[in-house]
């Protein structure tokens, strides 16, 4: 079961009914198949609420009252308004892109410093979406050409992050968009140095050629080459929690490696002394 299902509490289920020893097919066909319409009519009205919800109200904190005027909308995000009806944002999101396909949150502003250390989990698009473990039915994932040429409201691109003068970029690609990678290092301005390898202590049983146990970190530099404080083993092991969700102990070694300023792109959530940029903060 997936870490953002809506789960029943014991209290929560319903009652089993009881089995009539007069049931009839055709008056169960007829009685379903009008419960089933209304439940379509019903999910399609609930979708289409909440997606004129998230457009008005996907916006950051810092903005969200710069939309409502002149509307009946109060002053709320996308956030409080998932919280407000009793789901996850990520649930919400992971509906409408299976009714709607993998519509993009408006972009959120990137942050004005200028970083020494950038790294990044983008949400990355694979050819398998029509199936059950595909990274689109969890979130809204993007083409590597988007994230290449990514750039928000204001303009500002996320090449314009790192410092011209010196910078690194920890990267995580699917071994399966090892090429796809190298064009998103180049495209935001660094050239590939090296990779690092989490192997995960089990595998989720994806995969169409091998059971995937390992994802890579790729390290790229732009500038005067950051020589890091401290040298890491190239393979680390670490334990798998939520889905894609990458390990703890990452920023730790990078904390130790490089003294920042650091941003963290396409973020779930914040971090101390990091700035922290994505859809899902």
């Keep these: 079961m997936k870490d953002d299902a809506i789960v029943l509490k014991p209290k929560d289920y319903l009652a089993i009914p009881e089995i009539p020893p007069d049931w009839d097919y055709y008056n169960s066909v007829k009685r379903t198949g009008g419960l089933i319409y209304k439940w379509k009519n019903m999910t399609a009205e609930i979708a289409g609420e909440l997606y004129i919800a998230r457009e008005l109200l996907a916006v950051s904190k810092s903005g969200a009252a710069q939309i409502m005027h002149g509307t009946n909308v109060p002053c709320r995000t996308w956030e409080s308004y998932c919280e407000d009806i009793g789901i996850e944002k990520r649930t919400a999101n992971r509906w409408l892109a299976s ?3 993998p519509v993009h949150l408006p972009a959120p502003s990137l942050p004005k410093l200028e970083s020494q250390v950038i790294y990044a989990d983008p949400p990355w698009a694979f050819s398998n979406s029509g199936f059950d473990q595909s990274a689109q039915q969890i979130y809204s994932t993007m083409p590597t050409k988007e994230i290449c040429n990514y750039s928000d409201r204001a303009g500002k ?4 992050l790192a410092s011209e003068k ?9 071994a399966a968009l090892i090429p796809d990678g190298l064009s998103v290092v180049s495209a935001w301005g ?12 089990k595998s989720p049983g994806m995969g169409w050629w091998v059971n995937s146990k390992h994802e890579v970190l790729f390290i790229g530099s732009k500038g005067e080459e950051l020589h890091p404080a401290i040298k890491y083993d190239s393979i680390f092991e670490a334990p798998v929690t939520k889905h894609s969700q990458k390990p703890e102990i990452v920023y730790t070694m990078i904390e130790s ?3 920042g300023p650091y941003i963290e792109l396409f973020a779930r959530n914040k971090r101390p002394g990091w700035a922290s940029w994505g859809n899902e903060i």
Excluded at 157 to 160: A, E, F, L
Excluded at 166 to 174: A, D, G
């Design 99 to 101: 009714f709607f396909g």
């Design 166 to 174: 010196r910078s690194v970029l920890f990267l995580w690609v699917p």
């Design 157 to 160: 691109s996320i090449r314009r």
């Design 257 to 259: 490696m490089y003294s």
């Design 190 to 201: 660094f050239a590939y140095k090296t990779q690092m390898i989490w192997a995960k202590d």
